[in-house]
Every structure is written in C-alpha cells, then in structure tokens.
Nanobody, 125 residues
C-alpha cells in the first residue's frame, strides 16, 4: 500500500521560507514510472499544482511559483521536500503531496493516484 505523509511547521512568518517534507512508504520515489508532486489549496479556493520531481530527480514547476519554489529529494529516506521562499499570507494553504502516474509529471489531478492527507501551513506574524 502506497502512503504519503506531509510534515513540517504549521506556522511560518512572512518573508521566511516554508519547508515541508513528504515521506513515502510502499513505493520507491526513484522509480521511473511515477513522479511526485506538491499541490496546495488556500482556504476557500481551488487546488494549485506547485511542482513535481520525477523518478530521475528532474523537476518541473508551476510558472507562477517557479521563482520561489524548489523541490528536492532524499533517496535514502524515500522523502521529497518542498521549499517556498519569501512567503506571504497569501501562501496560507493546505499543502498536499501526491504521486503522479505520468513519469514526467502531468500536473493533472486526475493523474494523481495517491495523496497525503495534507497539512495546513499558516503564514502570519
């Protein structure tokens, strides 16, 4: 059974960096058959795909967030991580990690078969 679990601080101050980790169990993040995405949902708004890391370590980002976003991985721990720089209150959201059935990362939610439960991150002073 594939499981994903987000972890990280629930509160970040404006202008700081938001850092989250997704721990994956039941499947290797280095498999070339899948990619691994970060998605967020601000309160009262829809889902927003942030970026993806493929099984080969390649990354793709949402152009609207690309300048502030970095996704990396720790293969020894089967984890992948999100960093979002220079956060503002508009970055307050529930952050999800998910497995993408497109190995290069489609960014389409219908292609994501396993999701974490999500973690709420508030940006506030």
């Amino acid at each position: 059974q594939v499981q994903l679990q987000e972890s990280g601080p629930g509160l970040v101050k404006p202008s700081q960096t938001l850092s989250l980790t997704c721990t994956v169990s039941g499947y290797s993040i280095t498999s070339v058959y899948y990619a691994w995405s970060w998605i967020r949902q601000p309160p009262g708004k829809g889902l927003e795909w942030m970026g993806v890391i493929g099984g080969d370590g390649s990354t793709l980002y949402n152009p609207s967030l690309k300048s502030r976003t970095s996704i990396s991985r720790d293969m020894t721990k089967n984890q992948f991580s999100l960093q979002l720089d220079s956060v503002t209150p508009e970055d307050t959201a529930v952050y999800y990690c998910a497995r993408d059935m497109d190995p290069v990362g489609s960014g389409r939610y219908d292609d994501m078969d396993y999701w974490g439960k999500g973690t709420l991150v508030a940006v506030s002073s």
